[in-house]
């Protein structure tokens, strides 16, 4: 059985991002659970979460994906950058637990001059410090992978795993985000057959199979290796369709909940996307209610 979703809009009241998914025809879907590009946000209401949880419950919606606020730094050299990371990432995670989410997503910070080995350790004593004392209630915190954009970490498998790999050891629940875009701006060839087959065994040797527990699924504006972080709607970018359909279809990943990222250029680009999706992981049929208009 396939699970398809895609991030939608909290605007208005947190409980429409349930609602849009269940529109699209979604089994799924990412959110953020504030504005992600400031670091104030206004408490979240136990009235609104309550509201969001009985909209989740209804729609059976599984399963839900918080992307943390792109601000978060939990590898920063600077100080005050690393506190107020923290800071904002321990709220994600009790925004998580209120809404009964099953995973947080976030991206492996930029340690600049501190180096990679530091950054790693300095983003798993920031995980740890962000849920000191929190009862995550099986919250899992998810690494994702990243473009390489400068000296930001995670663009290697190797140190997803080993963010992962410590961080456990401090007792947090932990698994990984797989972004396609991402992958392949790094320089994982995943729009070639054989290329797919290589990243798939290299996961399996870093990460581990079983700890990918969401593929943020994003064609690419930038080539192979291009290390910038552009999305771009399936089968118009540089991965293309046909490769979408031999990681859709894979053995060691077809289980997992596909969440799109792909940006809305003109209205109606989420459905369109859906439904280019939904055929290639289950043939011509479309389901949801607008999906079928298509
Ligand atoms: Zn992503
Ligand atoms: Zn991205």
């Known amino acids: 059985m396939s699970i398809l979703g895609i991030h939608t809009s909290i605007s208005g009241s947190i409980r429409n991002a349930v609602?849009?998914?269940?529109?699209?025809g979604c089994d799924c879907f990412q959110m953020f659970?504030?504005?992600?590009?400031?670091?104030?946000?206004?408490?979240?209401?136990?009235?609104?979460?309550?509201?969001?949880?009985?909209e989740r419950v209804r729609t059976k919606m599984c399963p839900v994906v918080i992307h943390d606020c792109y601000l978060v730094n939990l590898a920063a050299e600077n100080e005050e950058i690393w506190k107020k990371?923290?800071?904002?990432?321990?709220d994600e995670l009790a925004r998580a637990v209120m809404l009964g989410a099953d995973f947080v997503v976030f991206h492996p910070g930029n340690p600049?001059?501190?180096g990679r080995e530091k950054g790693i350790e300095r983003t798993v004593a920031g995980l740890e410090?962000?849920?000191?004392?929190?009862?995550?209630?099986?919250?899992?915190?998810?690494?994702e992978n990243t473009a390489g954009m400068g000296?930001?970490?995670?663009?290697?498998?190797?140190?997803?795993?080993?963010i992962v790999r410590l961080a456990r050891q401090r007792n947090l629940r932990m698994g990984c985000c797989l972004d396609t875009q991402h992958?392949?701006?790094?320089?994982?060839?995943i729009g070639d057959k054989k290329g797919l087959e290589g990243t798939v065994r290299y996961l399996e040797k870093t990460v581990g199979l079983e700890d990918i527990k969401v593929i943020h699924t994003n064609d690419s504006k930038v080539p192979l290796g291009g290390r910038v972080d552009r999305h771009e709607q399936i089968g118009r970018g540089k991965i293309g369709r046909e490769a979408f359909k031999r990681l859709v279809h894979h053995p060691g990943l077809r289980h997992l909940p596909f969440?799109?990222?792909t940006p809305i250029d003109e209205p109606g680009d989420d459905l369109r996307n859906l439904a280019v999706m939904r055929k290639l992981m289950d043939g011509p049929k479309v389901r949801g209610k607008r999906a079928r208009r298509i």
């Not at 990371?85 to 321990?90: A, H, L």
Request: hydrophobic residues 50%.
């Open 259 to 261: 969440i799109l990222e």
């Open 112 to 114: 600049r001059s501190l």
């Open 19 to 24: 609602l849009s998914a269940e529109e699209l």
């Open 85 to 90: 990371s923290i800071q904002v990432f321990r």
């Open 151 to 162: 000296s930001a970490l995670g663009s290697d498998f190797a140190e997803v795993a080993e």
């Open 129 to 143: 410090e962000a849920a000191r004392g929190l009862r995550l209630n099986g919250v899992t915190i998810l690494v």
């Open 183 to 189: 992958a392949f701006a790094a320089g994982y060839d």
């Open 33 to 54: 659970s504030r504005n992600p590009r400031g670091w104030c946000a206004p408490a979240l209401a136990d009235s609104e979460a309550r509201a969001f949880v009985d």
